[in-house]
């Protein structure tokens, strides 16, 4: 059973950076895609960054030229960084396989306001 752990949140002003990262058990990350999730109160989960086990990226048009995603499958581990923040940012991030396929974790909360 896989299992992942996201940190990196917290409190952010606007045009401010923060890089996430979630941790994967599991020996088969490597030959997955990788995405990561955003939740906004009231709104549904929607995708906002992808990774192939390649390394090939794709990103949503609302964090496209700002946000970044990588993995290090030595380490079974992916990563977001994020950059020039937005208030509409503001959400709790969560990590998965792209389409999920495993369990949610608990996410990481982002808040971006001044």
């Known amino acids: 059973q896989v299992q992942l752990v996201e940190s990196g949140g917290g409190l952010v002003q606007p045009g401010g950076s923060l890089r996430l990262s979630c941790a994967a058990s599991g020996s088969i990350f490597s030959i997955y895609a990788m995405g990561w999730y955003r939740q906004a109160p009231g709104k549904q989960r929607e995708l906002v960054a992808r990774i192939t086990s390649g390394g090939r990226t794709n990103y949503a048009d609302s964090v496209k030229g700002r946000f970044t995603i990588s993995r290090d499958n030595a380490k079974n581990t992916v990563y977001l960084q994020m950059n020039s923040l937005k208030p509409e940012d503001t959400a709790v991030y969560y990590c998965?396989?792209?389409?999920?396929?495993?369990?949610w974790g608990q996410g990481t909360l982002v808040t971006v306001s001044s």
């Open positions: 998965n396989t792209a389409p999920s396929t495993v369990v």
